[in-house]
């Protein structure tokens, strides 16, 4: 796992989240292209995060003027592929090295959810290639 290094100011947005959730975050990513937050808490924190019928990332969207996508730390770099592609049910996460040495994480979904797992515009898988780069230094996410 690769230590993430955070900004002042990305403290401050995670000191804020955790105001208004109670729960702590791990990273948080301005992702201009998609227009969103993307909040990493710890495992077990997801639910809470949300907040019942989304409430807490409503009121975190709220306060920041912006979506708020939460995804749960994991201890892999599979587990964390599977988060970040939820609620896609995940079959399978297989991590490939390239003789260039490039990593590449091959993600098989149920058929009924490669829609969800690529997601609008490509959003979701975005959203995984962008936190597994960070945490695991994996170079792409390929839905297979």
């Known amino acids: 796992?690769?230590?993430?290094?955070?900004?002042m100011d990305d403290m401050g947005l995670i000191a804020r989240f955790e105001q208004i959730t109670g729960v702590s975050a791990v990273d948080i990513v301005r992702d201009d292209d998609g227009e969103r937050i993307i909040v990493v808490v710890r495992a077990k924190q997801l639910g809470k995060a949300i907040g019942k019928g989304g409430i807490n990332v409503k009121a975190a969207s709220d306060a920041f003027g912006r979506a708020i996508d939460v995804v749960e730390m994991a201890d892999t770099a599979?587990?964390?592929?599977?988060s970040a592609l939820a609620p896609a049910r995940v079959e399978a996460v297989k991590i490939?090295?390239?003789?260039?040495?490039?990593?590449?994480?091959?993600?098989t979904v149920k058929s009924d959810d490669r829609g969800i797992a690529i997601g609008r515009d490509g959003r979701n898988v975005a959203r995984a290639r962008i936190l597994v780069k960070r945490h695991f230094d994996l170079n792409n996410v390929v839905i297979a």
Not at 1 to 7: A, D, F, G, I, N
Not at 78 to 82: L, P
Not at 96 to 107: F, L, N, Q
Request: avoid cysteine.
């Open 96 to 107: 490939i090295e390239h003789r260039d040495g490039t990593k590449v994480a091959s993600v």
């Open 78 to 82: 599979e587990d964390f592929v599977k």
């Open 1 to 7: 796992m690769t230590r993430v290094k955070l900004s």
